[in-house]
């Protein structure tokens, strides 16, 4: 029997620590909690995550920097925007806005999580940009398992849980 190892179309479960290298502040890890289970070559992941664990086989671990591009990309100017502040009088009725707060617009091509940057009495400043656009990251990933994609999982792009089993 030949060793699974990570590639295209494979679901893949890791545990992971996401810092930030000039701070070593961590943004993000599954510590605590289950590992997280993806599908292999479906975007699921930003695209350096998953160049660097290609190949890698259950119970290895690696340690790895992304520039920003491998990540989540520069940051873009143009996805800062201000929107009239009155769009938002029905949210304030319930929710007093402030800066640093994230909110999710329904776009036409779906939800875009957003940042409040910005905020007067006419408008609110709007960042689009993803919280860690133009950052290098340091991620530590442990293969915890692997296994071959379902069917569905390959048509639908994303992976259905540690097992497969996963309804939605
Ligand atoms: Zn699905």
Not at 69 to 87: C, K, L, N, S
Not at 113 to 123: G, K
Request: glycine fraction near 8%.
């Amino acid at each position: 029997m030949t060793e699974l190892t990570v590639k295209e179309n494979m679901v893949a479960s890791v545990h992971y620590t996401g810092t930030l290298p000039d701070s070593g502040e961590v943004f993000d890890s599954s510590e605590g909690r289950e590992p997280l289970s993806f599908l292999v070559g479906h975007k699921q992941m930003i695209p350096g995550f998953e160049e660097e664990i290609m190949g890698a086989k259950v119970g290895e671990k690696k340690e790895f920097t992304l520039s920003s591009e491998r990540a989540y990309g520069d940051r873009d100017d143009e996805a800062v925007m201000e929107i009239p502040r009155e769009q938002f009088a029905q949210l304030e009725e319930e929710a007093s806005l402030e800066v640093g707060m994230q909110l999710v617009a329904q776009m036409p091509h779906g939800p875009s999580p957003f940042t409040i940057t910005t905020l007067t009495a006419e408008a609110v400043t709007a960042d689009f940009n993803h919280a860690l656009a133009g950052q290098a990251l340091t991620f530590n990933v442990e293969i915890v398992d692997l296994r071959e994609a379902t069917a569905d999982e390959q048509s639908h792009g994303h992976a259905h849980g540690a097992d497969g089993q996963h309804q939605h």
